[in-house]
């Protein structure tokens, strides 16, 4: 499938903000089964400085510098994605989570993908006796790894409900789970902590998920958001599969990959240091858009929008 995808956060400032230093984590990233063809990132007020890089974990960050005083911000991310098909999981063939979890144990490596990485507790994903013990229904001796990781997507697909008022983006994991609400990043931190709990490799993953609307309606412009989901180690051979607990689904090609990490704070799309007063507002419009036809000639391609520096 191939996507327009349109991002744009909107931060309005109680009081004029003299100086920021920021970093975006919006634009897709290239990996397997995904392609980045083009993607533009610009920002208004101009910046002073603007620089694109690469994270430890291989996600696009772009980093931001504010020099002169502006009450609104606003960043406009754009990108054209495709993203093939993953093929049919069958979760019987995979290994057995305990061989997953020995041989991640075992592990030396430091590569960024390296399953180790993500066996530990991390910022937010600590380890959670409670939420270890109920993870572990998922996982009685001898089950696969795919099959106890569908198994524990389903269940909190079932037993957590959707409320985006019962947390917001500090609220602490175990909170969450004792509450069974949340969104997605909370769903997300749950099941990783259960995997983890058991020494099962699991990641986090931010990105765009395609929404339909409902029969006869129109999609609306500006109503799809950020997502998130959890990839999991599922041996060499299979590598890292994508596992959707808010929805209680394997993540498909309807899934657009913006960053992976330890957790949330590894790929928040927005980071930074301002010098203000007051409160601020904040408004965030996506825009996830099927598009029909061959990708475009200039594949492959990556351009950056950096408006005139700023004067200091």
């Not at 430890?56 to 993203?83: D, E, K, M, P, Q």
């Amino acid at each position: 499938m191939r996507y327009d995808v349109t991002q744009v956060t909107v931060y309005d400032w109680g009081a004029a903000v003299p100086f920021a230093d920021c970093a975006f984590r919006l634009i897709p990233i290239e990996r397997r089964g995904q392609r980045v063809h083009a993607s533009e990132l610009s920002v208004d007020p101009a910046a002073s400085t603007m620089v694109d890089g690469l994270d430890y974990w291989g996600n696009h960050v772009t980093r931001v510098g504010f020099r002169r005083s502006h009450r609104r911000l606003t960043i406009r991310a754009t990108a054209t994605v495709t993203v093939a098909p993953p093929p049919r999981l069958d979760p019987d063939p995979s290994p057995a989570h305990e061989v997953i979890r020995d041989l991640a144990q075992r592990s030396r490596s430091t590569a960024p993908d390296d399953p180790v990485h993500f066996t530990f507790p991390s910022r937010w994903v600590p380890l959670t006796p409670a939420v270890t013990d109920w993870a572990a229904a998922s996982f009685p001796p001898g089950r696969t790894i795919a099959a106890g990781a569908l198994d524990l997507t389903r269940r909190i697909r079932a037993d957590f409900a959707y409320d985006p008022a019962a947390t917001d983006v500090a609220t602490p994991l175990a909170r969450a789970f004792q509450a069974r609400r949340g969104v997605c990043q909370d769903f997300a931190h749950v099941m990783i902590a259960g995997l983890r709990g058991l020494g099962l490799p699991a990641a986090y993953v931010s990105g765009y998920l395609r929404t339909v609307p409902p029969p006869g309606q129109k999609k609306l412009a500006g109503a799809d958001a950020m997502h998130a989901w959890v990839e999991v180690w599922c041996g060499p051979d299979l590598g890292w599969i994508g596992f959707d607990p808010t929805n209680g689904i394997v993540a498909g090609d309807d899934h657009i990959v913006v960053g992976h990490g330890r957790d949330y704070t590894d790929v928040s799309p927005v980071t930074g240091i301002i010098l203000t007063a007051g409160s601020q507002g904040l408004a965030v419009a996506v825009d996830v858009i099927e598009v029909e036809g061959d990708a475009p000639s200039s594949a492959g391609a990556r351009e950056m929008s950096c408006p005139a520096p700023a004067h200091t």
